[in-house]
T-cell receptor, first 113, second 116 residues
């Protein structure tokens, strides 16, 4: 079993829909959780960054972490065609003493106008 | 967020040659830099972690004699792919983190390497 599982999709939604992206993980030592957006042939850019369990909202984006279930989510409200990209979840085991990220495979999202 | 640049953005080379990729943190000092490789439709795979002034730590299965990493300053790390072969063709991405940035990593735009 991989440390971080993420459905690669592809996921297609109509413009304006609410998108739900998810990851599960097995390492209970993960404490920092990130969502990155990666456009084709570009480096990832950080969207959301949360520590431990709870919710965090930033504009149309909401990140949720449920450490008891080892499950994290990213919600995108009022999705736009410009949101079409691959979304990668990533996690850090801060106890390991480094900034090493463990990534999911990424979910490819297409928002259809 | 902080800015990380990579150069070149794209390189095509012949089999057997060596290619150097630079990663620079432009507006912060990066105590740690990471090098990733990403194959088409795959996630980022960590190759190595480098701390300024010390030897890089390579992930299992990554040949340290083939992928030479130098992190000589707090703003520059280089990855040299030695004696490149077609199977080394990939998208190479660096990221940088620093004490001032907590656990955040900032990614460069990537370098696409094609080995003919």
């Amino acid at each position: 079993q991989k440390e971080v599982e993420q459905d690669p999709g592809p996921l297609s939604v109509p413009e304006g829909a609410i998108v739900s992206l998810n990851c599960t993980y097995s390492n209970s030592a993960f404490q920092y959780f990130m969502w990155y957006r990666q456009y084709s042939r570009k480096g990832p850019e950080l969207l959301m960054y949360t520590y431990s369990s709870g919710n965090k909202e930033d504009g149309r984006f909401t990140a949720q972490v449920d450490k008891s279930s080892k499950y994290i989510s990213l919600f995108i409200r009022d999705s736009q065609p410009s949101d079409s990209a691959t979304y990668l979840c990533a996690m850090i085991d801060s106890g390991a003493g480094s900034y090493q990220l463990t990534f999911g495979k990424g979910t490819k999202l297409s928002v259809i106008p | 967020g902080a800015v990380v640049s990579q150069h070149p953005s794209r390189v095509i080379c012949k089999s057997g040659t060596s290619v150097k990729i630079e990663c620079r943190s432009l507006d912060f000092q990066a105590t740690t830099m990471f090098w990733y490789r990403q194959f088409p439709k795959q996630s980022l795979m960590l190759m190595a972690t480098s701390n300024e002034g010390s030897k890089a730590t390579y992930e299992q299965g990554v040949e340290k004699d083939k992928f030479l990493i130098n992190h000589a300053s707090l703003t520059l790390s280089t990855l040299t792919v030695t004696s490149a072969h077609p199977e080394d063709s990939s998208f190479y991405i660096c990221s940088a983190g620093g004490l001032a940035n907590g656990n955040e990593q900032f990614f460069g735009p990537g370098t696409r390497l094609t080995v003919l």
